[in-house]
């Protein structure tokens, strides 16, 4: 009967870890959040205090690549701005990552390198 309890008891254990895991963490409470859907930026603009960061989280099942620069007239622009912090990063899926700190104020542009007019302006106060 001891046995069966404990094994009982594991199989619960292992089934909430993998339920928490499965749900991932929750980032729709985090700090200067930018939420990116299967085409857009939401919101397309934030403001941040300096030294902070942003966090974006990726809601859909896509690839995006999030780099320094904007899309104009359906060209990606590759910009390099005084004060930016360097971003290329990869999200692949139902993830997040804060980009920054953000040190200088200033206006800043950055852009899914996978989706032509997806894009976002950081601006520091």
Same mark, same amino acid.
């Given at each position: 009967m001891k046995k069966l309890i404990a094994l009982l008891l594991l199989c619960c254990t292992v089934a909430t870890l993998f339920a928490a895991c499965a749900t991932g963490g929750n980032t729709s409470n985090l700090p200067n959040s930018v939420h990116m859907?299967?085409?857009?930026f939401e919101p397309a603009s934030i403001t941040i205090h300096k030294g902070e960061k942003v966090n974006i989280v990726?809601?859909?099942?896509? =690839? @995006?690549?999030?780099? +320094?620069? $904007?899309?104009?007239?359906?060209?990606?622009?590759?910009?390099t701005e005084n004060g930016a912090p360097q971003v290329n990063v990869q999200f692949n899926g139902n993830?997040?990552?804060?980009?920054?700190?953000?040190?200088?104020?200033?206006?800043?542009?950055?852009?899914?390198? =996978? @989706?032509?007019?997806? +894009?976002? $302006?950081?601006?520091v106060k």
């Open positions: 859907k299967e085409l857009t990726n809601d859909v099942s896509m =690839v @995006h690549v999030v780099a +320094n620069g $904007t899309w104009q007239d359906n060209t990606a622009k590759t910009l993830d997040s990552q804060a980009v920054g700190p953000f040190n200088t104020a200033g206006t800043f542009h950055f852009y899914c390198t =996978v @989706h032509p007019g997806m +894009n976002l $302006t950081v601006v």
